[in-house]
C-alpha cells in the first residue's frame, strides 16, 4: 500500500463521517483486504482508520456542540453513536469534558486535525534484508482467529496468550519432536482475509519437509492440529533485533515507513510469518518474512 494510497483512504474517511463506515468501508474504497489495510494504516500513522473516525468525529461534534444549538441527542446520531450515554462517555473521555461542559465558554477541549501523509527525509539508518524466493511450503500448525482490529494494538495481547496457552497445554514440545535436532524451528504463521472478513487466522506450526517425521501426523491432525499450505512467493527477509516481542512490532513499521516507499515492493495478499530458530544468532529474536511484490508489475497485473 502506496502513501498515495493512505492519503485516499483519509480523503475517504473525511468524505463519509457523517455516514456508518468502517476500516472495513475504508479498506474497499482502495481495493485492500480489511486485514491488510488495517494492518498498513495503522503502522504508518500510529492509529488504526477507526480510531481516527472516531477522533474526528468527536472533534466535529464539539465544534458543533459550541457553535450551534445541536442537542445532545441529536449530536450523538449525528456523529454514529447509539444513545446519549454512549455519546456523552466517549466524548468525556476524549476531551475531558462532558458534552454539556462544552457548550460553556472557557471548556477545555481537543482539536484533532485531518491526517495529510507527506514524504519527509528520515533516516540515513541501515536497514538490513535480503530477498528470497519459495516454493510451495506446508506446515503442521495451532491455528487460531482473531479479530482484524489486535493489529499494532499495545493493550492486546491476544497473541502472545496463544503461544503462553499452547506451551502451558504441553502443544507445541511435542509437535517440535516430529523434527529432528537442529532442525526444530517454530514458525508464527498469519494469513491475510479476503475482502470484508473481520478475523484473520495465526498459527503456531513446524515446517514439514524432508526433516520431519510424518509417520505420526494423522495423531496430530485428528487432535485439532492443521495442516497449513502457503503458495509460491518471493519475500522480503528482516531480522528482528531485540529481548523481545516489540523489535517485530518496530521491523513492521520500519518496512511501511522505509522499505516499502524506497524500494517500490509492497507485501502482497499472501501468509507472512515469522521464524523463531531452535539455535538462533545471538541478539535476534526471529526472522520476519514478508511476501511482496513490485508495486509497478502489481499495477500492471490489476490493468
Not at 463521517?17 to 488495517?38: P, R, T
Not at 519527509?120 to 519459495?134: A, C, F, L, T, V
Request: some cysteine.
Amino acid at each position: 500500500m502506496s502513501l498515495h494510497l493512505i492519503q485516499q483512504a483519509i480523503n475517504y474517511m473525511e468524505e463519509h463521517l457523517y455516514e456508518d463506515i468502517s476500516y472495513l468501508d475504508v479498506a474497499k474504497s482502495v481495493h485492500m483486504s480489511g486485514y491488510n489495510f488495517h494492518r498498513t494504516f495503522s503502522f504508518v500513522t500510529g492509529m488504526s482508520a477507526n480510531e481516527y473516525i472516531r477522533k474526528r468525529r468527536l472533534t466535529l461534534a464539539a465544534q458543533e456542540l459550541q457553535s450551534t444549538g445541536l442537542s445532545v441527542m441529536d449530536a450523538a446520531y449525528k456523529y454514529g453513536y447509539e444513545s446519549p450515554e454512549s455519546f456523552s462517555k466517549a466524548f468525556t473521555r476524549f476531551h475531558g469534558s462532558t458534552p454539556k461542559q462544552a457548550r460553556q465558554k472557557g471548556a477545555r477541549l481537543h482539536l484533532f486535525n485531518p491526517l495529510v501523509i507527506k514524504i519527509i527525509m528520515e533516516g540515513g539508518s541501515i536497514m538490513d534484508y535480503r530477498m528470497e524466493h519459495q516454493e510451495e511450503q506446508r506446515f503442521l500448525a495451532l491455528v487460531k482467529a482473531f479479530p482484524n482490529e489486535i493489529i499494532n494494538d499495545d493493550n492486546d495481547h491476544s497473541i502472545p496468550d496463544f503461544w503462553d496457552e499452547c506451551w502451558s497445554k504441553n502443544l507445541i514440545e511435542p509437535m517440535k519432536q516430529l523434527r529432528r535436532e537442529g532442525k526444530r524451528d517454530l514458525y508464527g504463521l498469519c494469513s491475510p482475509t479476503k475482502g470484508g472478513a473481520t478475523h484473520f487466522d495465526y498459527g503456531i506450526g513446524i515446517l514439514l519437509d524432508e526433516d520431519t517425521d510424518t509417520k505420526a501426523l494423522a495423531q496430530f491432525t485428528d487432535n485439532g492440529y492443521s495442516i497449513w499450505k502457503t503458495t509460491p512467493a518471493d519475500y522480503a527477509v528482516f531480522q528482528c533485533l531485540g529481548p523481545d516481542g516489540d523489535c517485530l512490532g518496530e521491523t513492521w513499521s520500519r518496512f511501511y515507513k522505509e522499505f516499502s516507499p524506497q524500494t517500490g515492493y509492497v507485501q502482497t495478499e499472501e501468509a507472512d510469518y515469522e521464524i523463531y530458530f531452535e539455535k538462533g544468532e545471538p541478539g535476534v529474536f526471529c526472522e520476519l518474512w514478508i511476501p511482496v511484490e513490485r508495486r509497478d508489475m502489481l499495477q500492471n497485473a490489476k490493468e
